[in-house]
């Protein structure tokens, strides 16, 4: 059962959440999918800019634009996190993530309960030099619920001193599920809110859903061209959000030059789990490039079952090989639903030995390929 109490937003409500099952979660069952931010369903990237903005406009009523820490959670809210932390003035933004880096130690590690992948960790080159002056410091989710999540967080940076003494925190998402004791809790915590969307959603049944997804064979060959383009920068240890919007600017920019003429195109534009705010700028700058049209989406951690019901948003899955992990269960949805003229992937991986065929696969009624690795 879902419920949406307000919506801030001018989507309609039947267009913007939908609750979907997970597969074999016993800790819960069912998993909010939002259609219009660009993770697990094909979306229109106009769509995806005015949402974020949105949320930006909103977390501008109550936080100020100066000494403010932007920290995103992975997977899902990577994207959303950068372009919120874009919309203020140069501040430091970094992202949680579920990579592991032998050559650098965590400032913190914390656990997502309800999770599929549990563990989050939190790297950053220069913490000292990060937090040094912060007077705020905002988590950026697609949606909250329990709460945990950022508790644990919060918790878990508590443990250092270099923090300043009287610091601020606000949890900014797009979905606000919390009960009222959920929320008082954070009251008592001081830890403020801000949200776009407040919903209740509570599963219809404790069933544990299994999946067997029907899919499209490919029929054809298909045509895979392989680009790498430097100038990477990673969100992972800490950047200035300037920084880093600038550089998948410059990234998406780059993209189109070498991809030549794209008007009149039906267009793709993926990304790779973390790797989802690069994807989106460069479906952006597609847009301009007068295609017939460009949807984005990305990769994802997230084992959900498909369903054919009506206003049930996901039809298809796909199990992808990982771009960053070999036997990493990885997915993509609803990419055999169109066939796109040239489909592109944007990845920060490095891994070189990729076999790029079960990914061609998902999109079995597409044929062109591009892969952009996006390099220092």
């Not at 993926?270 to 952006?284: H, L, R």
Request: glycine content about 4%.
């Amino acid at each position: 059962m879902l419920e949406i109490i307000k919506n801030k937003t001018l989507f309609p409500d039947s267009d913007l959440i939908k609750m979907v099952k997970r597969e074999n979660n016993s800790k819960r069952n069912y998993l909010l999918v939002n259609s219009n931010q660009g993770k697990h369903v094909p979306v229109d990237p106009e769509n995806i800019s005015y949402l974020f903005g949105m949320l930006a406009g909103e977390l501008k009523k109550s936080v100020d634009t100066e000494k403010v820490l932007f920290i995103g959670f992975a997977e899902t809210a990577t994207a959303v996190a950068a372009s919120v932390a874009s919309h203020y003035k140069n501040c430091p933004f970094v992202h949680t993530t579920r990579e592991k880096f032998d050559d650098r130690t965590p400032v913190a590690v914390f656990s997502e309960e309800h999770s599929h992948a549990t563990e989050q960790v939190l790297y950053c080159d220069d913490w000292e030099d990060l937090v040094k002056g912060i007077r705020h410091i905002v988590f950026i989710d697609d949606e909250v619920t329990t709460g945990k999540t950022v508790l644990n967080f919060i918790e878990a940076l508590k443990r250092y001193d270099d923090l300043p003494f009287g610091i601020k925190y606000t949890v900014c998402s797009i979905v606000n599920g919390m009960s009222a004791a959920t929320e008082e809790q954070f009251r008592k915590n001081e830890v403020d809110l801000c949200w776009l969307v407040k919903i209740k959603a509570e599963p219809d049944s404790n069933e544990t859903y299994t999946c067997n997804p029907k899919t499209i064979k490919r029929t054809s060959e298909y045509e895979l061209t392989e680009k790498r383009i430097s100038g990477k920068v990673d969100p992972r240890t800490g950047v200035k959000s300037k920084d880093y919007k600038k550089a998948c600017s410059v990234l998406a920019k780059e993209i189109v030059n070498q991809l030549g003429p794209l008007k009149g195109l039906k267009a793709a534009v993926i990304g790779t789990e973390e790797c989802m705010y690069p994807a989106i700028m460069t479906a952006q700058a597609f847009v301009k490039q007068k295609v017939a049209s460009v949807v984005t989406h990305s990769t994802t951690r997230s084992p959900i079952v498909p369903d054919t019901s009506k206003n049930y948003p996901l039809v298809s899955r796909y199990r992808v090989d990982s771009f960053y992990e070999k036997d990493r269960r990885t997915f993509i949805y609803n990419s055999d639903q169109t066939e796109y003229d040239i489909v592109v992937v944007v990845t920060d991986s490095e891994k070189e030995d990729y076999d790029f065929t079960s990914f061609a696969n998902a999109f079995a009624l597409s044929k062109k390929f591009v892969l952009i690795r996006w390099v220092k």
